[in-house]
């Protein structure tokens, strides 16, 4: 009784399984091919969006618009434009600087001989003077200054402000990099609303001492754009 009632099991499933075929190919499952006359015109966007810079992607600069209005010209024709939030700065370049490729954290970086010079803006968190001055001695292997050291910096006007310029000469020690003596920094902190504008300069003492004149009129060129 045992066999026979497995063997009617079987022979149930197998004629099931008959049947559903059979039932699909009435439907037309398998062999039925429908016409496609439902065609439809995508309208693509009218420009693709623009890349971001790295300065973009890090909230450091706004996105330029095809549309958007070209930069004001400087009287010698030779402008750069950037902006950070809710800054939009156009600057004068130097004769004989370079712009470089895009750097991570930067608005800008120019090249003048074996010298580097490069803006940033950060947010309110980017400490004080104080603060990133002896940060920038301790990259050039120098000891802290004392508050009454800081606080005599002579000044670069920027953006209306006066902003403090630091110049620290020594073994400069850059992340990742080998240290290198006989450097001279130069450093501009501009504390603007919610935010600091720096702008810095790295290389040989001879080449940057002669790059000063240079770096102070590209700092005093910084003006709000359109």
Not at 125 to 130: Q, T
């Amino acid at each position: 009784m045992i066999k026979y009632a497995a063997n009617a099991r079987v022979a149930l499933a197998w004629l099931s399984a008959v049947g559903l075929l059979a039932a699909l190919g009435g439907c037309g499952q398998w062999t039925d091919r429908k016409a496609i006359t439902d065609v439809r015109d995508e309208a693509l966007p009218a420009q693709p969006p623009p890349k971001l810079t790295a300065a973009q992607r890090f909230g450091l600069a706004t996105v330029q618009r095809p549309n958007a209005p070209p930069p004001i010209a400087s009287p010698a024709g030779v402008t750069a434009t950037a902006s950070s939030e809710p800054l939009a700065l156009v600057w004068d370049v130097p004769d004989g600087w370079q712009q470089a490729p895009e750097r991570m954290m930067r608005v800008v970086t120019f090249t003048a001989g074996n010298c580097e010079c490069y803006m940033s803006v950060l947010g309110s968190a980017a400490g004080n003077l104080e603060a990133n001055v002896n940060r920038w001695r301790g990259q050039m292997a120098q000891p802290p200054a004392s508050s009454e050291a800081i606080a005599a910096l002579p000044k670069v006007p920027v953006l209306g402000r006066e902003a403090a310029m630091a110049t620290i000469q020594g073994t400069y020690t850059g992340m990742g990099t080998a240290p290198r003596p006989g450097q001279m920094m130069l450093g501009v902190i501009c504390s603007l609303e919610e935010k600091t504008l720096f702008v810095k300069m790295i290389g040989p003492q001879g080449e940057v001492a002669t790059q000063t004149a240079n770096f102070i009129a590209f700092c005093k060129s910084l003006r709000l754009g359109q």
